[in-house]
């Protein structure tokens, strides 16, 4: 399937530690949004950028920041990891706002 | 504060039987409002949006803004509709606000 990928797959840290997603949006896909999915919850907003720039924010501290770059890949950071962090990590690209294209996620585990 | 609420962790239904899926939403203005599914094994992936009003794969919502809701109906379910469907109201211009999820089992 091709379309929004997303990299590692499966990725273990240990507590305190830094790590750093990343996406790789449908070309000529402007916006990406980056969401966390908790065991048995929906996805929750972290944040999305628009060319380069974010765009909008949810409820996450500063420690989660991204980066969006001009060839449609992204990355999320997490620095300072905590053991609440370990969930589904999941980037949407779009070319509007409305419709968001999903990756397949990648799982993080902290220790 | 923004909420959605699918009230139905669970949802199993025999082949052939109607389907509802429960969604409620608490916000101010008027969302656009979304429902998407996940199979098993498969990413997320838009199901249907309610401007746009069209069926698919046989599902249907429609949005009653008194009631604040915004369920997603079938009238014969079939074994492949079996995923977890999730309601996402679309807030502002830039995030989905996802509820909890409801996982549709549909029996032989």
């Known amino acids: 399937e091709t379309g929004v990928t997303q990299s590692p797959t499966h990725l273990i840290k240990t507590r305190g530690q830094q790590v750093t997603l990343r996406c790789s949006s449908q070309s000529g896909h402007n916006t990406v949004s980056w969401y966390q999915q908790a065991l048995g919850q929906g996805p929750q907003f972290i944040f999305q950028y628009y060319r380069e720039e974010e765009n909008g924010r949810g409820n996450f501290p500063p420690r989660f920041s991204g980066l969006q770059f001009p060839n449609y890949s992204s990355e999320l950071n997490v620095n300072a990891l905590e053991l609440d962090d370990s969930a589904l990590y999941l980037c949407?690209?779009?070319?509007?706002?409305?419709?968001?294209?999903f990756g397949p996620g990648t799982r993080l585990t902290v220790t | 504060a923004q909420r959605v609420t699918q009230p139905e962790k669970l949802l199993s239904v025999f082949k052939g039987a109607p389907v509802e899926l429960k969604c409620n939403y608490s916000y101010s203005g008027s969302p656009e409002l979304f429902w998407y599914v996940q199979y098993s094994r498969q990413r997320l992936q838009l199901l249907l949006r309610?401007?746009s009003r069209e069926s698919i794969k046989g599902f249907t919502a429609d949005l009653n803004k008194g009631e604040t809701s915004f369920h997603l109906k079938k009238p014969f379910a079939q074994e492949e509709d079996s995923a977890m469907y999730y309601c996402?109201?679309?807030?502002?211009?830039?995030?989905?606000?996802f509820g909890t999820g409801t996982r549709l089992k549909v029996l032989a």
């Open positions: 949407a690209s779009s070319p509007t706002s409305s419709e968001q294209y």
């Open positions: 309610h401007i």
């Open positions: 996402a109201p679309l807030s502002g211009t830039y995030k989905y606000i």
